[in-house]
């Protein structure tokens, strides 16, 4: 198979951990035999440094033609008191609705060999295993009227969260359909007791729900839901939500895994008429402007992104399943970086990518 890939490395940590998502990409083409074209663009702040805009109309182009696209992260301190259209955060959200991508999937898994790593004890972070899909086009980041103004003296700032039944119904169905290959068990989560949107939320959801009668269907209030994640994690298996709660109640999702740097995502949007999915892949963390440039950022999220490139977008499930399988083995080899209390001197960003590599079958 040919990949054609766009990496969109951008800011702080962004451009180490990407080197060693393509690494193992490059690695898993040539143990494969397949073909890999991949181009670099600008995204976040390196993109205003350089074009003026945070999503480049150059940008826009090369992920349109390219068959899946990798990101680093975006985000830099000098520019927390920009306006809204000079952030770089407003790149993330641009590259998202050009491409389409309206569910993200961020599994979050308890490996054995990382239980110290996470802050909880041990018996309540073993064994977890699920998916959070969060809703991405929709919801109050996009939501209009939006801004800050003045009124009669006052400052007034207005955000809108609003949803449409077309935009429940198409997420919603992803995580059944994803919840079909796993326990078969998918928990919608809103807050329905106070907000019209989360009503017409569940609403939908259980008329989804209807075509998929051998997943069983939950649902919770977002906040009982960020206590039950610390409480009983083991309880999720597909996890279901609109846009800011699963930002939110994602990001919880790391103190399981041990550390944020370990998640991997997947933004998936319409199926191609190869039958692979539309996607945007990139790791859940931030830009750690305070460790960039250093060789300490743990690139495994960024590694595991790569390994849902494969089984989304380009239906490599031997390929995708080798990826995730070195990764458990470097992460019960403890070599491993410093975010994940190894007993012993840290790996450098470029070493765990190296040993990633060595351990693919």
């Not at 600008?42 to 480049?56: E, R, Y």
């Amino acid at each position: 198979m040919h990949l054609k890939i766009l990496s969109l490395p951008g800011d702080g940590i962004g451009p180490e951990v990407t080197c060693e998502a393509l690494r193992v990409l490059r690695h898993v083409a040539a143990q494969w035999n397949h073909s890999l074209e991949v181009t670099e663009g600008l995204l976040g702040g390196i993109a205003i440094h350089q074009t003026g805009s945070p999503f480049p109309e150059e940008t826009a182009r090369l992920a349109a033609d390219a068959d899946a696209t990798i990101m680093g992260a975006v985000g830099l301190p000098e520019f927390d008191n920009a306006p809204p259209e000079k952030r770089p955060e407003k790149g993330l959200l641009g590259i998202r609705k050009a491409l389409g991508v309206f569910a993200n999937l961020r599994p979050v898994r308890a490996y054995a060999s990382q239980l110290d790593s996470s802050p909880l004890k041990n018996h309540l972070v073993e064994g977890t295993d699920m998916i959070i899909v969060r809703e991405l086009t929709g919801g109050i980041y996009y939501g209009t009227p939006r801004g800050i103004s003045e009124e009669n003296g006052e400052t007034r700032a207005v955000n809108t969260m609003t949803y449409t039944r077309g935009e429940i119904e198409r997420v919603s169905h992803m995580a059944f359909h994803l919840a079909r290959t796993r326990r078969k068990k998918v928990t919608s989560v809103d807050k329905s007791n106070v907000l019209e949107n989360s009503q017409l939320w569940r609403r939908v959801v259980v008329e989804v729900a209807r075509d998929y009668p051998d997943v069983a269907l939950d649902h919770l209030l977002v906040d009982n839901c960020a206590m039950q994640l610390i409480l009983n994690p083991r309880r999720f298996d597909v996890v279901l939500t609109e846009n800011m709660f699963g930002d939110i109640l994602s990001d919880e999702g790391a103190v399981l895994a041990g550390s944020i740097g370990m998640l991997p995502s997947a933004s998936i949007g319409a199926r191609r008429p190869s039958g692979a999915w539309v996607g945007l892949y990139e790791p859940v963390h931030g830009s750690a402007p305070d460790i960039a440039g250093q060789n300490k950022a743990n690139p495994l999220g960024a590694i595991g992104s790569v390994a849902a490139m494969l089984q989304y977008s380009f239906g490599l499930q031997a390929e995708a399943a080798a990826v995730d399988r070195a990764i458990e083995a470097v992460l019960t080899s403890g070599h491993v970086t410093a975010d994940l209390r190894p007993s012993g001197a840290p790996a450098t960003t470029e070493q765990v990518g190296q040993a990633v590599c060595a351990a693919i079958k």
